[in-house]
Structures are given as C-alpha cells and as structure tokens.
C-alpha cells in the first residue's frame, strides 16, 4: 500500500511498536445499524450537512450575537502520553467529551477536530520492515458481516488501552496524517472508522458519508486548522490573515423568523468590539449546535463585507476552538483584493 510511505525522521510522531486489535472484531457495530451498544451505533444526521454548499439568498445582514468565549483560544500542550507517541490533543480531547450516548452535535466537534494533525494505525506485523519490503500494511479492522472500519486511535493511551483489551502484542502502530488516512479509507471497502475503540465512551464511529463530505469539503492542506493547533507566536496572526485569501471559508447564517432577513454571525467582546465570525470548514458551524447554516464565501466576498461595514473590528476564526482574532489591521490582503 504505496498510500503510507516512510516518515522522514523530522515528522515529530513517532511510533514505537504497539499490539493489533484482532480481539475486538465483532466490539463496534456500523454505525447505520441499530445495535444494543449506544457508543458504537449513534447515528449521524447528515441532512444539514448534505444541504452545506447549497445557495442562499444574497446579501444577508449581520447579526450580532454577544457571547463569551467558552472556549480557550490555544490548543492544548503537545503530549506524549506514551515515550514518542504524541497525541492528537483536539481529537483526544473532543473524544473525551462525549456524552453517553453521544449525540449528532457531539460527534460532529469530534468530526471537525479530526481535521488537523495525525492519527495512529495499528498494523499486523512490524511496519518498518513491511514498509521496507515494499509489502502491504494489514490495518487492524472491526468487522460486521462483510462491513469493515478502519480502527484509528488519537493517543498513545488510547493505543494502549487496545493493547490492554485484545492481549495481541505482535504488531506495531504508525502515524499518519489525517487525510492521508481517511483518503485510503474513502478508497477502499470500508464503512468508515472507529476512533479509540476501546476507551469507553470517549470513542466515536464515523460513517464513509460523513467523512466523504469532510474530506470534500476540507482545504488540501488544512492551512488554517493547522496553524490554529500550533502554538501561537507573533506570526500566528498575519499567517491567518494570508490563509484567509486562499483557503476555502464559510460563515454562519440564519434567518430569524419565517420570511424575515437572513442574519450573519459575529461576536463582540466586552467592550463593544465586533467580529466576524468566519469558518474553515462547515463542521465548524454545524459543531457549535446554534442552528446556523454555513454558506461559502470567497475572499473577495469576504473583503468586501469587511470594507462596507468599517464598524467591524475584525474577524474571528473558528470561534469553537481553537479560535484566533485576527483585526482589520492584519486583514490588508483581504481589504485590497476587494477594492481591486
């Protein structure tokens, strides 16, 4: 499987060998089948996410919505909850967050902080040498029937707790970044994936369809999600200001009563200043479960909507976290493109 090629040794996840998930091939059910295990079986409603990209109607006006940041603005620290396995903190964490059951919002947050960073395979065999024999790597699955998904873990706790549950010692685990993965997946004869099959509740199924419209609708290089799981520095803010002109973005809309004007979302802070709320993917709407609907914008669009209303401070990316402000100040590429 040419798809997962050798790390250079400059890629910060490393792997050290891990056991296979043999012994949990009949643990996790698909999720569009009913089952008596809740955590495996919640069905996802993809008929606001279906609807993503339709048109709307032009022009909508702002909608100033205050509310305080629940959320913190950074990513949690990088951490190796194993000797070289550094966790995908947004995903671990969002996982961890999950009600039992959970819900369709609830997955839809975990579905958008899969978006950034790696996850981890548990491979038959020892993935070094296959990958240097030029051999297949055997995935570690959970099977129903003839249906299969891809198990995937976030941590090297979760890998651990695998390792616990099925006793099989005679593999290895890999990194791989998100959507190399879930390209193989959408690929090949899988139903979807399991995340952290065996953590309890803080593990979720994610259907192919629901992964196939992330993926579509992901930038290739998950320029903004990537730079907002860093660690912040001076040239956080300007590097979000110049994705801004290039990536892919949606805000959040909603028409406030039958026939009435279509509202946009932004945020003022404390003092009065406001912001526009601006997104790098539709999850990232749909996961805050306001009920808004998110429409596309260009940068051109967006520009201009910052020109014409000079009452707005600027704008605010992803307001579910990690979140940055960026102000007008920073947003002179955006600003000229519109005047061009």
């Known amino acids: 499987m040419a798809l997962f090629s050798r790390r250079k040794n400059s890629d910060r996840p490393a792997a050290p060998e891990v056991p296979d998930e043999g012994?949990?091939?009949?643990?996790?059910?698909?999720?569009?089948?009913?089952?008596?295990?809740?955590?495996?079986?919640?069905?996802?409603?993809?008929?606001?996410?279906?609807?993503?990209?339709?048109?709307?109607?032009?022009?909508?006006?702002?909608?100033?919505?205050?509310?305080?940041?629940?959320?913190?603005?950074?990513?949690?620290?990088?951490?190796?909850?194993?000797?070289?396995?550094?966790?995908?903190?947004?995903?671990?964490?969002?996982?961890?967050?999950l009600p039992d059951p959970p819900t369709p919002t609830t997955l839809m947050n975990v579905a958008r902080q899969l978006l950034q960073g790696h996850l981890y395979l548990r491979v038959k065999g020892d993935a070094r040498v296959l990958l240097a024999e030029g051999r297949g790597?055997?995935?570690?699955?959970?099977?129903?029937?003839?249906?299969?998904?891809?198990?995937?873990?976030?941590?090297?706790?979760?890998?651990?707790?695998?390792?616990?549950?099925?006793?099989?010692?005679?593999?290895?685990?890999?990194a791989q970044p998100v959507l190399t993965v879930l390209r193989h997946v959408l690929d090949g004869p899988y139903e979807g994936i399991v995340i952290d099959p065996s953590s309890g509740s803080a593990r979720a199924v994610l259907p192919k369809p629901l992964l196939q419209r992330a993926v579509d609708e992901a930038h290739a290089a998950l320029t903004i999600k990537t730079l907002l799981a860093s660690p912040r520095t001076d040239e956080t803010a300007p590097a979000i200001a110049a994705a801004l002109t290039e990536a892919p973005l949606w805000i959040a809309v909603r028409r406030t009563e039958e026939g009435g004007p279509v509202g946009i979302a932004e945020s003022r802070t404390a003092?009065?200043?406001?912001?526009?709320?601006?997104?790098?993917?539709?999850?990232?709407?749909?996961?805050?479960?306001r009920g808004d609907q998110a429409l596309p914008v260009t940068a051109d669009q967006l520009g201009k909507a910052l020109a014409a209303d000079t009452g707005l401070t600027g704008v605010i990316v992803d307001p579910g976290g990690p979140w940055i402000r960026v102000p007008r100040a920073e947003l002179t590429a955006l600003l000229a493109d519109a005047s061009s």
């Open 137 to 174: 790597l055997p995935l570690a699955v959970t099977r129903r029937g003839e249906k299969q998904h891809v198990l995937v873990y976030s941590s090297g706790t979760a890998l651990q707790a695998s390792v616990t549950a099925d006793g099989d010692t005679d593999t290895s685990a890999m």
């Open 271 to 289: 003092d009065g200043d406001r912001y526009l709320e601006v997104f790098s993917h539709p999850l990232e709407v749909l996961s805050l479960g």
């Open 23 to 97: 012994g949990v091939a009949d643990a996790v059910a698909p999720p569009v089948e009913p089952a008596s295990d809740p955590a495996a079986s919640v069905g996802i409603s993809l008929s606001t996410f279906q609807g993503v990209g339709a048109s709307q109607p032009p022009a909508p006006a702002p909608d100033p919505r205050p509310q305080a940041r629940t959320v913190p603005a950074e990513a949690p620290a990088p951490n190796e909850s194993l000797p070289g396995v550094y966790d995908n903190v947004l995903l671990r964490d969002a996982l961890a967050a």
